[in-house]
């Protein structure tokens, strides 16, 4: 048996080499599929978007009016709006109690806006004190709705041809 240093023979450090080129070749791959996880958890929504505008067909003609669109028409212009929760209109009084500020709150801030005011005294608490001061005006919540008006016109386009994506353009020539 012919070794090394210490009488140790080749094939142990054979076998010690092979063993560390396997444990680093481990973490280099534990690292890089840590990078495929954080990939694969990106949101892809503005790519699949650009897919899906590609795949449409292009409006051909756009009329202004001030009626809905026509049948065969879109509107161009179109965005949901997520509408309003219900909330209050409270006059805050500033710190000394002399001056006040008008400031839009949803029910759940005017609550934990007053409860903030409200301290305990004898182990009574002072909120209605507080709300009387500073009542909430109630505003009514608005639903979602769907926006393709401006200035009370809508802009209605009529679509045709191929979409973008199957287009055929000229060659620039050069």
């Not at 990939?39 to 051909?60: A, G, K, L, R």
Request: hydrophobic content about 30%; overall charge positive; aromatic content about 8%.
């Amino acid at each position: 048996m012919s070794g090394g240093p210490g009488n140790v023979p080749k094939r142990v450090y054979f076998g010690v080499l092979t063993q560390m080129i396997i444990m680093v070749l481990g973490i280099v791959l534990t690292i890089q599929m840590s990078q495929v996880g954080k990939i694969s958890d990106q949101n892809t929504n503005t790519v699949t978007q650009i897919t899906d505008d590609w795949m449409t067909t292009p409006f051909t003609k756009i009329v202004v009016t001030d009626d809905k669109c026509s049948s065969g028409a879109d509107s161009v212009f179109t965005r949901r709006w997520g509408g309003t929760e219900q909330g209050c209109l409270v006059n805050k009084l500033d710190w000394m109690g002399y001056g006040s500020s008008q400031v839009v709150m949803t029910n759940s801030e005017y609550d934990s806006y007053i409860s903030s005011k409200s301290s305990s005294k004898n182990g009574q608490s002072n909120s209605y004190d507080n709300r009387r001061r500073e009542p909430c005006m109630p505003i009514s919540m608005e639903q979602s709705k769907i926006q393709d008006e401006f200035y009370d016109m809508r802009f209605c386009g009529t679509r045709g041809g191929l979409p973008f994506a199957n287009a055929v353009r000229p060659k620039p020539t050069g």
